[in-house]
Nanobody, 126 residues
Framework: VQLQASGGGLVQTGDSLRLSCLFSGRTFNMYNMGWFRQAPGKEREFVAAINWSGRNTESEDSVRGRFTISRDNAKNTAYLQMNTLKPEDTAVYYC????????????????????WGQGTLVTVSS
């Protein structure tokens, strides 16, 4: 499996960005997808996740209502729409894939995810 994240950049407070994660190598709709981020000097943290069908999502408290995770199984792509960005959202954002057939519910645990993309940098200036 290969995951290619894109869409990061330098924006101002209040702006929006949409990150994309292109999945290849296996059947996309057999994988739950997640977005994580890692700020300088901090541990990687959960942002949002979506199950294999796209019917169920969850997100971290600080982004709920501002960020939306989605997926297009026909395009093998997951998205993270980020609105009302804040300086504290500055981080490298990673997408990850979790095989949905292992019986473990999709979610926020890093250890659930089997494959990781290379990350895309989001910088929000104040």
């Amino acid at each position: 499996v290969q995951l290619q994240a894109s869409g990061g950049g330098l924006v101002q407070t209040g702006d929006s960005l949409r990150l994309s994660c292109l999945f290849s190598g296996r059947t996309f709709n057999m994988y739950n997808m997640g977005w994580f981020r890692q700020a300088p000097g901090k541990e990687r943290e959960f942002v949002a996740a979506i199950n294999w069908s796209g019917r169920n999502t969850e997100s971290e408290d600080s982004v709920r209502g501002r960020f939306t995770i989605s997926r297009d199984n026909a395009k093998n792509t997951a998205y993270l729409q980020m609105n009302t960005l804040k300086p504290e959202d500055t981080a490298v954002y990673y997408c990850a894939a979790d095989w949905a057939g292992d019986g473990v519910p999709y979610g926020s645990s890093l250890s659930n995810y089997d494959f990781w993309g290379q990350g895309t940098l989001v910088t929000v200036s104040s």
